[in-house]
């Protein structure tokens, strides 16, 4: 008979466990992690009654692989993209109610007698709420399309990226053992550097390499790729001085950003809910029920601080970002409770020897107290607000409505904010390449060619040039790569107020780019020769040759931009697809004698828009007929007299080459042009104010072209105490005027940077 190993008796111990009771919790409708933790309870070593793990060493190497892979799945569900669309609503309230709850758990460690690194991982644990307890209590209760729950997911989502920061914080904490000012400052800037190294060169050549080897990929080989880099990145994060986590939420955010990102995440599924069952389940397993009673207080008191800490600290973040009382306190109502991700740093906290055992039991019993409450505070949080609105005095309700108004604002930026902020990033991103480019040149390639058989003259003058052709690009841009956007321009013809501090930032640039070309001549050749000899002849080599290197450098942005946007390019060609080839088979169908079908498009600000076609009377005066009209994906097969058309409808009209002759100048009157797809999280309710930035005084609301240039509509005007709803094209924008604007989010923020065509 042969010999089984213990890890195969333990996992089916563990998997058999977590299987019944997970089927039980699917039943009662709870969530399935606190499914795993119990069953890891039942299988551990202080619960007698079943049988127990043999060996709890290979079960946490197996709970470690099961976070790696648990943070890879969150990367490939979030997307760079998705953190800028989130808006300063959701990032201030998460901001402000992690700030809050961080520090209120620290000095609530502190008062419970506990150590310090107890209490700072306290404060970490309570940092991030649940997502999967929200949605599925959102879901439940039918709340999910509501406002207020998209400033929930937007927070969510910020909460996630600050609590991975939290954790690379914590673990330089825990090897220091000390809160050093100095040594945070300097992991913050490590971090901040590596993030942006791995960021551009990541989505520089994994797309790439994706597109090489696609013909090559089929299921199998793609997931094991995509296993590869992960478990890859999580190596170069822990070489860097980072946690594993980090690693692979960096590489899964990466792939999130391909064309495979979907596909990659289905694949992934089985193997995160293997390994992240096997995780909860070791979490389970270190539950202590003596420990439970001893700290029973803790239980309680961590609940009471998660519960109320996180109700307070989320509604007046919601408040301070600009919104309403009912919609903050709808917030601040559904975030009071703890998730997964205190379970992951509580476990990061015992791996690093720095934290107490009893933070597992009491983390789980207020995990399990907020899990079942949740569902009810999130039902009372309008009677709540309906209380709290009655006993507020009427000078206070009126002052946060106000706020609320004032705050939603489009605040126009000053030319020097942004061109300011432009250079940053010109001299952010490129000085973070040539800095990896020096280093690997300096402690890689230059020792290689001073151990080789060359004569040492040759080899410095080898390793220089290969380091600033490598470097040449980036250097081009660092010192010469100019904003593109309006606001430069503008300042620049300002000669007067404005040429002089640009000059400074000019001249700025390229004394930071020779001192780089200084530093790598300096490393191999003497001072005399590299000054008087070999740094004029590179800067003039560079200047006799800078269109070349613009050339190349502007094809290295064109691909990294091009896979950047290379998921939302596929998506939208994807649906062009599938319209066009419903579109060929309609017409197909339709076509009769010397007529055709041919399909055209709503322009954005055609005369026609929003009006029934019984008004229109196109098929009494041109002899036309509408056979269908494409809405997104819906096809409307010959729409009725009272059907109307809106912008970029697709309609396909049947007709003869006479007739639309006569009739395609009617239908493209005025037309500003086919922009690209526009996300639906794009299209956001703004109010913009009438100032000298925006230079909208005296303009009717025809004459400013508002709509034409943000592809939207102007619903409202505050003018001192009075608000005029649906104005009319003649109103006149008067000074100070407040103007709600919806439509596409870019567009209207750039028509106030003065960067946008009007056609």
Request: contains cysteine.
């Amino acid at each position: 008979m042969g010999h089984l190993p213990d890890l195969i008796i333990d996992l089916a111990l563990i998997l058999m466990a977590g299987a019944v009771t997970t089927l039980l919790f699917r039943k009662l409708k709870q969530p399935l992690v606190l499914g795993y933790i119990i069953a890891g309870f039942l299988v551990g070593p202080h619960f007698n009654l079943f049988p127990t793990v043999g060996d709890e060493g290979d079960i946490e190497v197996l709970a470690e692989i099961g976070v790696i892979f648990l943070l890879f799945s969150l990367g490939l569900e979030f997307s760079f993209k998705k953190l800028l669309r989130v808006g300063g609503a959701a990032s201030v309230t998460a901001l402000f109610e992690i700030t809050v709850i961080t520090t209120a758990g620290y000095f609530a460690g502190v008062l419970m007698g506990w150590s310090t690194m107890d209490s700072l991982f306290l404060g970490g644990m309570l940092a991030s709420s649940s997502t999967t307890i929200i949605i599925r209590a959102f879901e439940e209760l039918g709340v999910k399309t509501k406002k207020f729950a998209g400033v929930v997911f937007g927070v969510l989502v910020v909460e996630d990226i600050v609590v991975i920061l939290l954790m690379v914080l914590l673990s330089t904490v825990a090897a220091t053992k000390q809160f050093a000012g100095t040594e945070i400052v300097f992991t913050v800037a490590k971090l901040v550097f590596f993030l942006v190294l791995w960021f551009v060169a990541g989505i520089f050549l994994i797309p790439s390499l994706l597109r090489l080897v696609r013909k090559l990929l089929d299921e199998e080989t793609l997931l094991i790729l995509a296993l590869g880099l992960c478990l890859g990145m999580v190596v170069v994060a822990t070489r860097a001085g980072f946690s594993a986590e980090l690693g692979a939420f960096i590489m899964g955010s990466i792939i999130a950003e391909t064309t495979s990102a979907e596909k990659v995440e289905h694949l992934i599924k089985p193997v995160k809910d293997l390994f992240g069952a096997v995780f909860f389940v070791s979490v389970g397993m270190l539950i202590d029920p003596a420990a439970i009673v001893e700290y029973a207080w803790p239980v309680v008191i961590v609940t009471l601080l998660t519960v109320i800490g996180k109700m307070v600290s989320t509604t007046a973040g919601a408040l301070i970002s600009g919104q309403p009382l009912k919609q903050s306190i709808e917030v601040g109502m559904s975030m009071a409770q703890i998730g997964e991700f205190a379970f992951i740093v509580a476990t990061l906290g015992l791996s690093l020897g720095v934290i107490s055992d009893f933070l597992f039991p009491v983390a789980v019993g207020a995990s399990a107290i907020t899990t079942f409450t949740t569902p009810y505070f999130i039902k009372l949080s309008t009677p709540t607000y309906r209380l709290i609105e009655r006993s507020l005095p009427e000078k206070w309700r009126q002052r946060l409505l106000n706020y609320s108004s004032s705050a939603q604002s489009i605040q126009a930026e000053s030319d020097w904010q942004i061109v300011v902020r432009s250079y940053a990033m010109i001299i952010l991103t490129n000085g973070i390449v040539l800095l990896t480019l020096i280093f690997l040149s300096v402690s890689f390639l230059m020792p290689i060619l001073r151990d080789s058989d060359w004569d040492p003259t040759l080899a410095a003058l080898v390793g220089l040039v290969v380091s600033l052709t490598a470097c040449a690009p980036f250097l081009w841009a660092l010192m010469a790569k100019r904003p593109n956007n309006m606001a430069y321009r503008e300042m620049w013809m300002e000669k007067r107020y404005s040429r002089g501090p640009l000059l400074l930032l000019e001249v700025g640039r390229v004394v930071a780019g020779i001192t780089i070309i200084c530093f790598l001549v300096f490393k191999l050749f003497s001072t005399a020769i590299a000054l008087l000899i070999a740094v004029p002849i590179i800067v003039a080599v560079f200047f006799v040759f800078a269109k070349r290197i613009q050339a190349f450098y502007q094809r290295l942005e064109l691909r990294f931009l091009g896979n950047l946007n290379a998921r939302e390019t596929a998506e939208y060609n994807t649906l062009e697809a599938n319209v066009s080839r419903k579109t060929a088979d309609l017409q197909s169908r339709l076509a009769p004698w010397d007529a055709h079908i041919v399909q055209l498009q709503v322009p954005a600000s055609a005369p026609y828009v929003g009006r029934m076609l019984r008004e229109l009377e196109w098929r009494e005066k041109f002899g036309i007929n509408i056979v269908y009209i494409k809405r997104g994906e819906v096809l409307i097969n010959t729409p009725g007299r009272d059907h109307i058309l809106l912008p970029y409808d697709q309609v396909g009209l049947l007709a003869t080459d006479e007739q639309l002759q006569s009739f395609k100048p009617v239908f493209d009157a005025e037309i500003e042009g086919v922009g690209p797809a526009v996300n639906v999280d794009d299209i956001v309710l703004r109010k913009i104010v009438v100032n000298e930035v925006t230079r909208l005084k005296g303009l009717n609301v025809r004459d400013s072209r508002i709509r034409e240039r943000t592809h939207g509509l102007v619903i409202g005007i505050e003018r001192d105490d009075q608000r005029i709803l649906n104005p009319d094209s003649t109103t006149v924008f008067e000074w100070g005027d407040i103007v709600w604007v919806v439509g596409e989010k870019s567009r209207i923020e750039r028509l106030f940077e003065g960067t946008d065509s009007e056609g």
